[in-house]
C-alpha cells in the first residue's frame, strides 16, 4: 500500500461488451494460426489495446490501404463495415473475418427495410463514426445524420419519418430528439436501437460513482461510448476523471485514505483498469 492509502475498487460492470470481446477473440485466434492479420479501422477505440494486438503480429489498415492489399486476411470489426469495404476485399481476393457485432448486423438490415419502404431515415450519430458510416452505406447513404437537436432543419424534413439511431448514444439525448420532432408537427416511427448493454449501465454506473470519493474513467480519447458514460460520472461525482493510461493519472488528485472508483467503457479492457488499480495503490 502506497503513502495516500488509496482503497481503489473496479465497476463489475465495466469493460469489453459481448460484440467487442467476440472481435477480439476472433483477432487472437487468427494471430495464434501464425495468418497474416490486417483489421480495418482500430479493432477498438482503445489506444491500449490497440497496441497490444499489434505487438501479436495484428496491423491496422485503412480503407484506402485495402485497394492495395490482395490474398491477405482482413478482419472487419465489431462495428460494422459499408457494403463497398466487401467488395474490394472480395476483389483482390483477400479472405474477410467478419467481427462485426450482431446486434449492429440486425440494426443494418432494419434499416435497410425502412428503406425499400420508401420511409425518409433520420440516423441519430456521430457524422465520422464507423457504425453511422456503415449503417448509411447500407442505404446507399441516403439517410439524413444528426448529431443534435441543432442539426434539425423542421421545415426540409417531412412530415412522416423513421428515426434510428447509433447503438452506443445517450437514450435521454435520442428521446430529447423524438420529443422535438414530434412538437414541430412530424409523425415519427422510433426505431430504439440503443445497446441496453450501454444503455442500462447509466443507472447502475450513476450509483456506482455516489460510493467514492473520486472516480477515475478509463477511456480512448476516440470512443463515443467513453464519452457518454464519463458524462454520467461528472454529472453525480464532481471528482471524476477522464484517462486514457496510467500516464494520464495526476498525483495531486487525491488527498490521503480517499476511496476511489474505476469504471470504464465497452471498449476499456479489464487488464487496462487493473493496471489503474495496480497503480493508485502504490502512490
Known sequence: MGKLNLEAVIDPDSGFCFGVVEAINKAEKALEEDNDLFCLGEIVHNDEEVRRLASKGMKTISHKDLESISGQTVLFRAHGEHPDS????????????????????????????????????????????????????QIDNDALIIESIEDIEVDIIP??????????????????????????GKEVTIKDTICRRVSNRHPRLKSFCKKYNKVIFVGGKKSSNAKVLF???????????????????????????????????????HWLMEKVSRYLKSL
Open 86 to 137: 466487401y467488395k474490394k476485399a472480395l476483389a483482390k481476393n483477400n479472405v474477410i473475418i467478419d467481427a462485426s457485432c450482431p446486434i449492429i448486423k440486425k440494426l443494418q438490415q432494419k434499416v435497410k427495410e425502412s428503406y425499400q419502404n420508401n420511409e425518409f431515415i433520420i440516423i441519430f450519430g456521430k457524422h465520422d463514426h464507423p457504425e453511422v458510416i456503415a449503417l448509411s452505406g
Open 159 to 184: 412530415k412522416k419519418l423513421t428515426i434510428y439511431s447509433q447503438t452506443t448514444q445517450s437514450i435521454e439525448k435520442f428521446y430529447e430528439i423524438i420529443e422535438f420532432l414530434k412538437k414541430s
Open 231 to 269: 458524462e454520467v460520472c461528472n454529472d453525480v461525482n464532481p471528482h471524476a476523471y477522464f484517462i486514457s493510461s496510467v500516464d494520464d493519472i495526476d498525483k495531486g488528485w487525491f488527498e490521503q485514505g480517499d476511496t476511489v472508483g474505476i469504471s470504464g467503457a465497452t471498449s476499456t479492457p
